[in-house]
């Protein structure tokens, strides 16, 4: 997985690795159907569309697309990590946990924070987790001029992975969840109906 680099004494990852990658994305049930679904939401509503996982206290980007008209700052790529604590991805995973989880989860990020806005960013968790809990998604914009909404999709077989869709717009928060809500909770009950275990 290593590739040894003599003039700097030093290793890199190597091909393999992309290898494995590869072979990861390919077997992924989810992933197939999801993925062109997931495309065929962005370029209808010119928005964009992506799919992650949870690892430690990040969400890695499965895959992600990228169809709204105004250009962000912000480029995402498959395999992108992004926090947990700040975005809706990672807010509406944390929402699944159970509460002994999500504990020791909020305990690790007060940790980390050191008291620095901790207070206000743990009242956003908690908002965001009770919004997935009743309405089934939750909304942040940790980045400036982007919206972004979440939601679970739960797949038996495949573990627990997070849904989103955004748009940088100058357009108040509200006004992009009142037209963004609907399609995201289509295509997460789309994909957990579609979804089956392998024979």
């Known amino acids: 997985m290593l590739e040894y680099i003599p003039q700097f004494r030093a290793y890199r990852l190597g091909a393999p690795v992309l290898s494995m990658a590869h072979a990861m994305r390919d077997s992924s049930q989810v992933l197939k159907v999801a993925t062109p679904m997931m495309v065929e939401v962005a370029m209808r509503h010119r928005i964009n569309v992506g799919l992650a996982?949870?690892?430690?206290?990040?969400?890695?980007?499965?895959?992600?697309?990228?169809?709204?008209?105004?250009q962000s700052l912000r480029t995402v790529v498959t395999g992108q990590r992004i926090p947990m604590a700040l975005t809706s991805l990672g807010r509406a995973y944390l929402a699944t946990l159970a509460p002994v989880d999500l504990a020791a989860m909020l305990?690790?990020?007060?940790?980390?924070?050191r008291g620095r806005g901790w207070r206000e960013l743990r009242r956003e968790i908690e908002a965001a987790v009770a919004s997935v809990r009743t309405r089934g998604y939750c909304v942040?914009?940790?980045?400036?001029?982007?919206?972004?909404?979440?939601?679970?999709?739960?797949?038996?077989?495949?573990?627990v992975h997070v849904l989103n869709v955004s748009v940088?717009?100058?357009?108040?928060a509200a006004e992009v969840e009142a037209a963004l809500a609907g399609p995201l909770l289509a295509l997460a009950r789309d994909i957990e109906a579609r979804v089956r275990l392998p024979e």
């Open 107 to 113: 305990a690790g990020f007060a940790a980390r924070a």
């Open 53 to 70: 996982v949870a690892d430690g206290d990040e969400m890695i980007y499965l895959e992600s697309f990228r169809y709204n008209r105004r």
């Open 168 to 172: 940088s717009s100058q357009q108040e």
């Open 140 to 159: 942040a914009s940790w980045q400036p001029q982007v919206v972004a909404l979440a939601a679970p999709v739960h797949c038996e077989g495949y573990g």
